[in-house]
């Protein structure tokens, strides 16, 4: 009768929580509840970490360790580490002692447990690399090629982003359309370092760009984009870069005398 109380009315929050319906209504749950729990002793603990660690090594050996066991072996060290879970100075001086000894002897090299520690995964110790191999490494390592980079340019073109135009590009496009003034955003731009505008008015020949102050580092700006400005005034074209800040705080007028200065 008191086991069912105590499964019926909980006394404390903690059992509330603790006992979930999925454990009350089950007869797993209802057993586990009725059965002491036991310690499992010293010797079982040994035993069953001894057999974890012969399995483990046939896994290391036959290549079988999957990534989650790896990253768990990691997991399981480092919080060892963290609760405390370490080998005592005493401890590690014995360990110590014995190690050296199957070094000495023989019976034991470092580099039998590395595998272990690094992953099932072979490295390139004692071997070398193929003549092939070798040019694709320098190759890669001299970066981007000419021919990439022309190829880039021209898939740039065609390709419009962002998915979505930001909140100070939308409201200088607001400006310019309670000024009647033809645009066009995201226009590829012919220049050595070719890129989509914000925004372009043929009518006056203008490109106005507006610049958030942490992606274009104000107040100094961005090295490509006083080069890229440059580029496009030996071009013939007028360039108004505008900041976040000034965006926010802007009114129609505000914009109407800088579109002037220009």
Same mark, same amino acid.
């Given at each position: 009768?008191?086991?069912?109380?105590?499964?019926?009315?909980?006394?404390?929050?903690?059992? $509330? #929580?603790?006992?979930?319906?999925?454990? #009350?209504?089950?007869?797993?749950?209802?057993?586990?509840?009725?059965?002491?729990?036991?310690?499992?002793? @010293?010797?079982?603990? $040994?035993?069953?970490?001894?057999?974890?660690?012969?399995?483990?090594?046939?896994?290391? &050996?036959?290549?079988?360790?999957?990534?989650?066991?790896?990253?768990?072996?990691?997991?399981?060290?480092?919080?060892?580490?963290?609760?405390?879970?370490?080998?005592?100075? /005493?401890?590690?001086?014995?360990?110590?002692?014995?190690? &050296? /000894?199957? *070094?000495?002897?023989? /019976?034991?090299?470092?580099? !039998?447990?590395?595998?272990?520690?690094?992953?099932?995964?072979?490295?390139?110790?004692? +071997?070398?690399?193929? %003549?092939?191999?070798?040019?694709?490494?320098?190759?890669?390592?001299?970066?981007?090629?000419?021919?990439?980079?022309?190829?880039? +340019? @021209?898939?740039?073109?065609?390709?419009?982003?962002?998915?979505? !135009?930001?909140?100070?590009? +939308?409201?200088?496009?607001? =400006?310019?359309?309670? *000024?009647?003034? @033809? =645009?066009?955003?995201?226009?590829?731009? &012919?220049?050595?370092?070719?890129?989509?505008?914000?925004?372009?008015?043929?009518?006056?020949?203008?490109?106005?760009?507006?610049?958030?102050?942490?992606?274009?580092?104000?107040?100094?700006?961005?090295?490509?984009?006083? #080069? $890229?400005? %440059?580029?496009?005034?030996?071009?013939?074209?007028?360039?108004?870069?505008?900041?976040?800040?000034? #965006?926010?705080?802007?009114?129609?007028?505000? =914009? @109407?005398?800088?579109? /002037?200065?220009?």
């Amino acid at each position: 009768m008191d086991f069912w109380n105590y499964i019926l009315f909980p006394t404390t929050i903690y059992d $509330r #929580i603790h006992y979930s319906f999925s454990r #009350i209504f089950s007869w797993n749950g209802l057993i586990k509840m009725k059965v002491k729990k036991h310690k499992l002793t @010293e010797e079982h603990k $040994r035993k069953i970490g001894l057999a974890n660690a012969i399995k483990m090594k046939e896994y290391w &050996k036959n290549a079988k360790a999957t990534e989650r066991q790896i990253m768990r072996g990691y997991f399981n060290r480092n919080k060892k580490e963290k609760l405390g879970y370490v080998n005592s100075p /005493e401890t590690r001086k014995k360990l110590s002692v014995i190690m &050296k /000894e199957k *070094l000495k002897n023989g /019976e034991w090299h470092p580099s !039998d447990i590395s595998p272990y520690i690094k992953g099932h995964k072979k490295g390139m110790h004692g +071997k070398k690399h193929s %003549k092939e191999t070798k040019k694709k490494m320098s190759k890669s390592n001299k970066g981007i090629s000419n021919k990439t980079r022309e190829a880039n +340019k @021209e898939w740039r073109k065609n390709y419009v982003f962002p998915i979505k !135009d930001t909140k100070i590009e +939308k409201k200088i496009q607001r =400006f310019l359309k309670e *000024l009647n003034m @033809e =645009f066009f955003t995201h226009q590829y731009m &012919k220049i050595n370092h070719g890129y989509q505008c914000d925004i372009l008015i043929p009518s006056i020949n203008l490109v106005i760009e507006c610049d958030g102050d942490y992606w274009h580092k104000y107040p100094v700006g961005l090295e490509k984009d006083h #080069i $890229r400005t %440059k580029e496009l005034i030996e071009k013939g074209f007028k360039v108004l870069r505008l900041w976040e800040r000034e #965006i926010k705080v802007m009114n129609i007028d505000d =914009f @109407e005398k800088r579109l /002037e200065i220009k």
